[in-house]
């Protein structure tokens, strides 16, 4: 199955706390080509914890839709793709290679993978051989620049495997199932600073023995520069991760030129909303929407926005977030685009 559904696409990446099922059809409202859920570890749902499970709930017009899968054992993270498929039936199941922060990686699963790659092969075969739903994998370029996992040869630190000693990691995954491989242009190490670095990742993508799609992550901020990315190093599609805080529209270039401020304002105040009906908590909500309201390029160039920022920020009632996101509208001009 090619995951590749239409020309140069443009997916929503996985993130903890701010892909849920709320956000993830807003962006697929506004074009996002594939959308994929919030991080959802293996032991815990194998445990059956209730806020994991919570994270299996799909709707059929986001579609498709990717469930993104992590934990340090092969036959927890065998155990749970059968669950996801059996409960939620997703298009995708993402293996996380990737994600960095300590609590993950630092236990041996998500980005520290990269320090296990036999490890990481044989999850990768072990699901793809005990689910129908097609298995991908999002990953990193290395655990530092001192150990990378893409190019032409390997350190024998990652190359312990007979037949696949000295091959791309691109390769490897693909012999053990994976149907797409993400990657995002930056090593574990560096967390989410500097830049990143797509040419490994174009890199990937030239190399002829690599015929799944080869998916972009990471830096990108607009579809101008998505188009760059696409141009420049021939990725199948670009994921766009930190860069939808509080602007899902970025997935439509019509949306993104012709909706005015009021108007985004309005989709803040409709994601708000959403997320009041879908926690069920006022309070919580609020505070779960406050990453978008933070980070939203809408008020940048507003003189004197600080007070009302803070204010906007420090609101404790939805009541009182509306009231002052309606004024914010009510005194629109040229300082806003």
Same mark, same amino acid.
């Given at each position: 199955?090619?995951?590749?559904?239409? &020309?140069?696409?443009? #997916?929503?990446?996985?993130?903890?706390?701010?892909?849920?099922?709320?956000?993830?059809? /807003?962006?697929?409202?506004?074009?996002?080509?594939?959308?994929?859920?919030?991080?959802?570890?293996?032991?815990?749902?194998?445990?059956?914890?209730?806020?994991?499970?919570?994270?299996?709930?799909?709707?059929?017009?986001?579609?498709?839709?990717?469930?993104?899968?992590?934990?340090?054992?092969? &036959?927890? $993270? $065998?155990?749970?793709?059968?669950?996801?498929?059996?409960?939620?039936?997703?298009?995708?199941?993402? /293996?996380? #290679?990737?994600?960095?922060?300590?609590? $993950?990686?630092?236990?041996?699963?998500?980005?520290? =993978?990269?320090?296990?790659?036999?490890?990481?092969?044989?999850?990768?075969?072990?699901?793809?051989?005990?689910?129908?739903?097609?298995?991908?994998?999002?990953?990193?370029?290395?655990?530092?620049?001192?150990?990378?996992?893409?190019?032409?040869?390997?350190?024998?630190?990652?190359?312990? $495997?007979?037949?696949?000693?000295?091959?791309?990691?691109?390769?490897?995954?693909?012999?053990?199932?994976?149907?797409?491989?993400?990657?995002?242009?930056?090593?574990?190490?560096? =967390?989410?600073?500097?830049?990143?670095?797509?040419?490994?990742?174009?890199?990937?993508?030239?190399?002829?023995?690599?015929?799944?799609?080869?998916?972009?992550?990471?830096?990108?901020?607009?579809?101008?520069?998505?188009?760059?990315?696409?141009?420049?190093?021939?990725?199948?599609?670009? =994921?766009?991760?930190?860069?939808?805080?509080?602007?899902?529209?970025?997935?439509?270039?019509?949306?993104?030129?012709?909706?005015?401020?009021?108007?985004?304002?309005?989709?803040?105040?409709?994601?708000?909303?959403?997320?009041?009906?879908?926690?069920?908590?006022?309070?919580?909500?609020?505070?779960?929407?406050?990453?978008?309201?933070?980070?939203?390029?809408?008020?940048?160039?507003?003189?004197?926005?600080?007070?009302?920022?803070?204010? =906007?920020?420090?609101? &404790?009632?939805?009541?009182?977030?509306? /009231?002052? /996101?309606?004024?914010?509208?009510?005194?629109?001009?040229?300082?806003?685009?």
């Amino acid at each position: 199955m090619n995951i590749i559904k239409t &020309d140069r696409p443009l #997916f929503l990446a996985p993130m903890e706390d701010v892909t849920d099922i709320g956000f993830r059809r /807003l962006c697929k409202r506004f074009g996002a080509a594939m959308v994929y859920s919030e991080f959802v570890a293996a032991e815990a749902l194998v445990r059956n914890v209730k806020d994991t499970v919570r994270k299996l709930t799909i709707s059929d017009d986001e579609r498709p839709v990717g469930i993104q899968i992590y934990g340090r054992t092969v &036959d927890a $993270v $065998v155990e749970a793709a059968r669950i996801v498929e059996a409960e939620a039936s997703p298009d995708v199941i993402d /293996l996380n #290679f990737g994600c960095p922060v300590k609590k $993950v990686a630092g236990k041996g699963a998500g980005a520290g =993978m990269l320090r296990n790659i036999p490890l990481m092969l044989e999850m990768t075969e072990a699901v793809a051989k005990a689910v129908a739903t097609p298995v991908t994998v999002k990953t990193r370029l290395g655990w530092d620049a001192g150990n990378l996992v893409f190019g032409d040869t390997l350190s024998e630190e990652y190359t312990p $495997v007979g037949g696949w000693q000295g091959r791309d990691l691109a390769e490897r995954l693909q012999e053990c199932g994976a149907q797409a491989l993400t990657i995002h242009g930056r090593t574990r190490s560096q =967390m989410y600073t500097g830049d990143a670095d797509w040419t490994l990742i174009g890199g990937v993508k030239r190399n002829p023995r690599v015929t799944i799609p080869v998916i972009g992550n990471g830096d990108i901020k607009s579809i101008e520069e998505a188009d760059e990315a696409f141009q420049q190093y021939g990725v199948d599609a670009v =994921m766009i991760g930190r860069a939808t805080f509080g602007q899902p529209w970025i997935f439509s270039r019509e949306a993104t030129q012709s909706l005015t401020p009021a108007e985004k304002i309005d989709i803040l105040i409709e994601l708000l909303n959403i997320n009041i009906d879908l926690i069920g908590d006022e309070r919580k909500a609020i505070l779960h929407t406050r990453r978008h309201l933070a980070a939203t390029p809408i008020f940048k160039g507003i003189p004197d926005f600080r007070p009302t920022r803070i204010r =906007m920020l420090r609101a &404790d009632t939805a009541k009182e977030l509306v /009231l002052i /996101l309606n004024e914010i509208k009510d005194t629109l001009g040229t300082h806003i685009k």
